[in-house]
Nanobody
């Protein structure tokens, strides 16, 4: 069982930045892929960013160079640095851990971009 606990969400103005952090209960090197997803009201959950065990990163098309995902094996965390935030980035952001035999989710953290 992998436990994921997100932190760092909040209210930010358009153009601002936020850093989300996810604490992982297992060694991150043992997890196939770690990622961040988001879900806005009335929309499906979508991939924001992911990083696999080799360090390969993948981003949703809407990111357009604004976000960066990173993992720290010593701290057992996976962070999402979000810059140039837009109103459309408002959503609940979820941390995800994928292994070939199971998938785990955090409880989510709210990000609200508003003036």
């Amino acid at each position: 069982q992998v436990q994921l606990v997100e932190s760092g969400g909040g209210l930010v103005q358009p153009g601002g930045s936020l850093r989300l952090s996810c604490a992982v209960s297992e060694y991150v090197s043992r997890i196939y892929t770690l990622g961040w997803y988001r879900q806005a009201p009335g929309k499906e959950r979508e991939l924001v960013a992911s990083v696999d065990s080799h360090g390969n990163k993948n981003y949703g098309d809407f990111v357009k160079g604004r976000f960066n995902i990173s993992k720290d094996t010593s701290k057992r965390t996976v962070d999402l640095q979000m810059n140039s935030l837009e109103i459309e980035d408002t959503a609940v952001y979820y941390c995800n851990a994928y292994l070939p035999w199971a998938e785990y989710w955090g409880q989510g953290t709210q990000v609200t971009v508003s003036s």
